[in-house]
């Protein structure tokens, strides 16, 4: 595939959406299927998971990611096609930075929606789904302009691993967190079912 090209964009975002959506159906009944610290952010925030569970998933999200990340760059070093580095040429950091908030934002919105138990929805195959489509739906949007991180484990683990951390690679990592807080006002006021 070639970059740049609309389906070089929907062939990530949909690896990237049934991906997520098949790893937080599988890891729901252990974790609840946490896999980004954004999401778990906001579900501390919440009061769904606890400060020490949510530490031990963070923690655990990042050595996992260190972890994949070193066995992809032992598999191919240095390759950005494999899984790209997170990075913005064309925005301004401020752009980049409302970008990746707007997306997590969007993530965090979905999975307190999907998991809220007043919405009368057994725990199924359909709440990963509706999470996954939200990643992918993000990815699409986000590609071509910050490669998509929504996620702080994401953003930053292969920018690292790869040796090209930066100042941007501090907006992937704080831009998530600023987005899942801004989603719990926003669930509570208008999408909370009463």
Same mark, same amino acid.
């Given at each position: 595939l070639e970059n740049n090209s609309p389906t070089y964009y929907l062939t990530i975002a949909c690896a990237f959406g049934f991906g997520i959506g098949g790893i937080v159906h599988v890891l729901a009944a252990t974790s609840g299927g946490h896999v980004n610290p954004a999401v778990t952010w906001a579900l501390l925030l919440d009061g769904r998971v606890s400060g020490v569970r949510a530490l031990f998933y963070i923690v655990a999200q990042f050595i996992g990611g260190f972890a994949g990340a070193g066995v992809l760059y032992g598999v191919n070093p240095v390759n950005d096609k494999i899984a790209g580095l997170n990075e913005y040429s064309n925005l301004a950091t401020g752009q980049a930075f409302v970008l990746e908030a707007l997306g997590t934002l969007f993530l965090a919105l979905t999975v307190l929606c999907t998991i809220h138990e007043r919405r009368g929805h057994a725990p199924s195959y359909l709440q990963p789904f509706a999470i996954g489509i939200s990643i992918l739906?993000? #990815?699409? +949007? !986000?590609? &071509? #302009? $910050?490669?998509? /991180?929504?996620? &702080? *484990?994401? /953003? $930053? =683990? +292969?920018?690292? *691993?790869? /040796?090209?951390?930066? !100042?941007? $690679? !501090? =907006?992937?990592l704080f831009a998530p967190l600023v987005g899942s807080t801004l989603s719990l006002p926003l669930f509570h006021l208008f999408l909370k079912p009463r």
């Open positions: 739906v993000m #990815h699409i +949007w !986000l590609i &071509p #302009h $910050t490669n998509c /991180g929504i996620n &702080p *484990v994401r /953003g $930053t =683990v +292969w920018n690292i *691993v790869n /040796g090209y951390a930066s !100042l941007q $690679t !501090l =907006v992937f």
